[in-house]
């Protein structure tokens, strides 16, 4: 009688370790799920600018060769956007 209560004891502490494993497995899916969703979200917004910052330089361009009046402004150039974009991620 006592080697069965022993066994199911084991059995018993065999399955809490297995449910306690099997949460914490979800809650690091779930968090890895939710880090990705995350980090997507940001690199489409930065698709975004990089996308705007490019027409932007094809835009000053455009102006600069079909112009001939020297610009007031500072000459984009593709490093100085690079730059901008660098300084948008924190880097």
């Known amino acids: 009688m006592q080697y069965n209560v022993a066994r199911f004891e084991q059995q018993r502490k065999l399955a809490e370790n297995e449910t306690t494993r099997s949460r914490t497995l979800s809650a690091q899916v779930s968090t890895f799920s939710q880090t990705e969703t995350e980090l ?15 027409l932007i330089l094809l835009f000053h361009d455009t102006q600069k060769s079909s112009s001939h009046h020297p610009s007031a402004f500072m000459p984009i150039t593709a490093t100085w956007l690079i730059v901008l974009f660098l300084h948008d991620l924190g880097l």
């Open 40 to 54: 997507r979200s940001q690199l489409n917004i930065y698709v975004e600018k990089f996308k705007q910052a490019s």
